[in-house]
């Protein structure tokens, strides 16, 4: 689809792609800092780019109800369309590599991940997958059409047709709430929070497997009324049953709060828990059993994690508990 329109009838054009809509002059870039107007069409200037590419355990995205235990290839590049000051990859996102890149074609990491041995596909991941869109597509249906899965860690920041096509060729999202708040998204991230729930609803409908995750900051999205809103509108608008993760907040970038108190998210759980079935922490350091995957219905523990390390005590083939044969693990 095309990402972009004409303005007036001067030579800036207008982006498409997500809620910013940036009007780009000839020659320059749009707040993403990789997509410029070139004279006659805004084009990707970070197309087969690489700042990253590791082969991870699939939890690590954070995912942990899709192939639980199992490896996917993890890649990214570099620009991101919100500017948090409290980003954990400002390295990258916040910046541009000109020279020097490392790049590989969709062919190319497509063909990689198939050799990858344990390998169960492709995550876009690092920065933001978003701004990255053609590259995407394009690894995404390559990887598809040989049997590979597509995982979309991102922010959600999207318009709703680009997105829709996204849908398309993903499997698997974790989308970032970084609040349920409009004016915490003005102020700390430089955009807006009702296109992250559009994108939350749209994905969640699609049957497209959907994990959510917040990063808790002290003082400024940890209040007890706060997860309640956001995990009661979670419940409502995508089900009970999608997993959300409550990760820890250490001081980076433009902040230097301190980091989050375990205590806090430990009370943040106990709250969401009340309206979600599945709630996750994450960067604890005291105890891992936040992260472990528990039977809503007889409190089996299906699904063990210390670290990285996943076993699946209680888990049939079928993605069932086996104690009580409740569904927990669509395998897709």
Known sequence: MKLYEKYDNNDSLRCLLCPHFCLIRPGERGVCGVRENTGEKISLTTYGVISGYALDPIEKKPLYHFYPGKYIISVGSYGCNLKCDFCQNYHISQHIEKDGNYRLSPEELVGRARKTSDNIGIAYTYNEPVIWYEYVIDCAKMAASVGLKNVMVTNGYINRKPLADLIDVTDAFNIDLKAFDSEFYRRYTGSALKPVMEAISDVAHSGKHLEITT?????????????????????????????????????????????????????????????????????????DSGSDTLCPSCHATVIKRHGYHTSLPGLSGEGRCLKCNEMIVKWI
């Open 215 to 287: 990063l808790v900051l002290p003082g400024l999205n940890d209040s007890v009324d706060a997860m309640k809103r956001e995990a009661e509108w979670i419940a409502a608008t995508a089900g009970r049953r999608v997993p959300l993760h409550l990760s820890r907040y250490f001081p980076m970038y433009k902040r230097d709060d301190p980091p989050t108190p375990e205590e806090t998210i430990l009370l943040l759980k106990e709250t969401a828990s009340e309206y979600l079935d599945f709630v996750y922490t994450g960067n604890m350091t005291g105890t």
